[in-house]
């Protein structure tokens, strides 16, 4: 009953690192060729933790600078900014009163940024799931590609999907509405970088929110950046491995040796066989050069687009237009079916 729709979002909350172009934007670029794709720059989630306004409009616009360096086509997708369609509060309203606190505070993303002063963090953060839902399902997505680390999310929404669908049945029937309304979307989770993880800490994933600049490859820094941080990156003392099985337990090396293969579309196992008893001192600088020749053009033109503001604004307020004609259509529905 549902269209191939695929939504995804990023926050406009710091510097865009490799693991958000890996994990996610690269891989929108595909799917227009097979799907409806709808990509959001999703500003009300980083407001969850304090922003400088004038940071988050710089942020919100480098985040849509991104996405068309990385290939997507403004015509062909929407791209868009949360803000803009006001219907992704609304519908995040009746989704906070369809979840339960419990999931909420189940969720580890909450517990990791909340840390010990859950007490102290904003209402929006330990909401911030029931807005992904609403963000998903206002567009009926079916799929949505995201890095591993949102997978937990992804479940929330498709259980909050699923006891909107059945708390409002008898409603949703009254409406001569399709019983499965919210459609159980589907993650696409797949390739060798789901999750790349910070080049100073093999243990914690590559973020924007990591204090150290020195843990991320910017998707704005230089060729000369991107070499000295990948030189100076974390390792064991061992050379690589001689088959990939060798990998486990050496987290440094797998996020290494996974960062090689997703940027030459290779598997490990296939870098492993090239590299596979080399020291550090062979394999750094190939890694370097490779992140340089992939990243280099795709951060040239994000350059280009940023100081572009007028073409930037233009696309983001058409895709806003398209975006709400589908979340209009949606939030019609739902207010019947609520009984607004
Ligand atoms: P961040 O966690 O850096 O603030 P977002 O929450 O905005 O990034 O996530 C945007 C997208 O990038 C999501 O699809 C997320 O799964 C993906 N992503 C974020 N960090 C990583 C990572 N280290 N590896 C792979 N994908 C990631
Ligand atoms: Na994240």
């Excluded at 049945?169 to 309304?181: P, T, V």
Aim: proline fraction near 4%.
């Amino acid at each position: 009953a549902f269209t191939s729709r695929v939504f995804s979002g990023i926050q406009p909350s710091g510097d865009l690192h490799l693991g958000n172009y890996l994990g996610a934007i690269r891989r929108f670029v595909p799917l227009q060729d097979t799907h409806e794709t709808i990509y959001c720059v999703v500003d009300m989630h980083a407001i969850t933790v304090w922003q400088d306004p004038d940071d988050l409009r710089r942020a919100t616009r480098e985040v849509a600078a991104a996405f068309i360096a990385a290939g997507v086509d403004p015509k062909r997708s929407i791209v868009f900014n949360q803000s803009q369609v006001i219907q992704h509060a609304e519908l995040a309203w009746v989704f906070n009163c369809v979840a339960r606190m419990g999931w909420m505070q189940r969720m580890t993303q909450f517990k990791d940024k909340a840390g010990k002063n859950s007490e102290a963090v904003s209402l929006g953060l330990l909401a911030y799931p029931s807005l992904m839902a609403a963000d998903i399902l206002l567009y009926k997505a079916t799929q949505v590609p995201v890095g591993d680390d949102q997978k937990q999310h992804l479940e929330l929404t498709r259980d909050i999907a699923a006891k909107f669908n059945n708390d409002y049945a008898k409603s949703i029937a009254d409406q001569g509405l399709d019983a499965e309304f919210f459609p159980i979307t589907e993650p696409l989770i797949a390739g060798p970088a789901t999750r790349i993880m910070s080049l100073r800490d093999g243990t914690k994933k590559m973020s924007k929110s990591d204090p150290s600049d020195q843990s991320r490859i910017s998707l704005l820094d230089d060729a000369d950046a991107i070499s000295k941080k990948i030189k100076k990156a974390t390792t064991d003392p061992e050379p690589l491995p001689e088959t990939v099985e060798g990998l486990a337990g050496r987290a440094e090396a797998d996020n290494l040796v996974g960062i090689y293969a997703a940027l030459s579309d290779k598997t490990k196992v296939e870098v492993i066989a090239e590299y596979g008893g080399k020291g550090w001192g062979a394999f750094k600088p190939a890694l370097a050069d490779l992140a340089v020749a992939q990243l280099a053009p795709m951060s040239n033109e994000m350059r280009r687009l940023i100081e572009d503001t007028t073409t930037i604004d233009a696309i983001l307020r058409d895709g806003a237009e398209r975006a709400r004609a589908i979340a209009e259509k949606t939030m019609v529905d739902v207010r019947n079916i609520v009984g607004f």
